[in-house]
């Protein structure tokens, strides 16, 4: 299988100019441990390495560059001027209008990769959680949530959403309605599973 992008060399040449180099190291990082997850999970590797590799690519934009883009799209104004949300939206609608990505989960991995969804598909939760885990990340945990992961990708997205989500109330921010939802979702879902339903 393939996946449908018109010009991948210049999809690669993008990144490489829109991306700090740290971040593209990040890139290709979450592109081998998305990989890695979609073998020991089942998920379609072609896909998580495309969707990794590409999930942060309008993650370097200026403020001004992001919300010409925001308005071009027609994606929600919430997002003007909120370049941590907005950067995955913005990703998404670049590689569907710009390079010819069709695949809706691909797409959806990037949209969503920053806030998770409820309703996630194997692929997001792949996508969403190798972002958080691969190996060029620095925080004290690392070691533990790698191993979570290849274990249990759903209980690793749960702690995670759980994280984000008691880190975004100590600092006083807005916590996006797609990240709670999701945290229930995940939460509900693994409840399920362990009462075999």
């Known amino acids: 299988?393939?996946?449908?992008?018109?010009?991948?060399?210049?999809?690669?040449?993008?990144?490489?100019?829109?991306?700090?180099?740290?971040?593209?190291?990040?890139?290709?990082?979450v592109e081998d441990m998305a990989v890695k997850l979609a073998?020991?999970?089942?998920?379609?590797?072609?896909?998580?390495?495309?969707?990794?590799?590409?999930h942060d690519l309008a993650k370097n934009f200026d403020t001004e560059t992001m919300d010409s883009y925001i308005r071009k799209y027609g994606l929600s104004e919430d997002l003007i001027g909120n370049n941590a949300l907005a950067h995955s939206k913005v990703g998404a609608a670049i590689l569907e209008?710009?390079?010819?990505?069709?695949?809706?989960?691909?797409?959806?991995?990037?949209?969503?990769?920053?806030?998770?969804?409820?309703?996630m598909t194997l692929l997001d939760e792949v996508i969403f959680v190798a972002d958080v885990v691969e190996d060029n990340r620095t925080y004290s945990d690392l070691d533990y949530y790698q191993d979570l992961a290849y274990r249990d990708l759903d209980r690793a997205c749960l702690e995670i959403l759980d994280y984000?989500?008691?880190?975004?109330?100590?600092?006083?921010?807005?916590?996006?309605?797609?990240?709670?939802?999701?945290?229930?979702?995940?939460?509900?879902?693994?409840?399920?599973?362990?009462?075999?339903?």
């Open 39 to 54: 073998g020991l999970h089942g998920a379609d590797a072609e896909k998580a390495a495309f969707a990794g590799r590409y």
């Open 97 to 119: 209008n710009e390079f010819g990505v069709t695949d809706r989960e691909i797409l959806d991995s990037v949209r969503y990769h920053t806030t998770a969804r409820r309703n």
């Open 164 to 197: 984000t989500i008691g880190d975004l109330t100590a600092k006083g921010k807005v916590i996006d309605r797609d990240t709670l939802e999701a945290r229930d979702w995940v939460f509900n879902k693994i409840k399920e599973t362990k009462n075999g339903k």
């Open 1 to 29: 299988m393939s996946i449908n992008c018109t010009d991948r060399d210049s999809l690669e040449d993008f990144i490489k100019v829109n991306l700090k180099e740290s971040r593209y190291r990040h890139s290709l990082g």
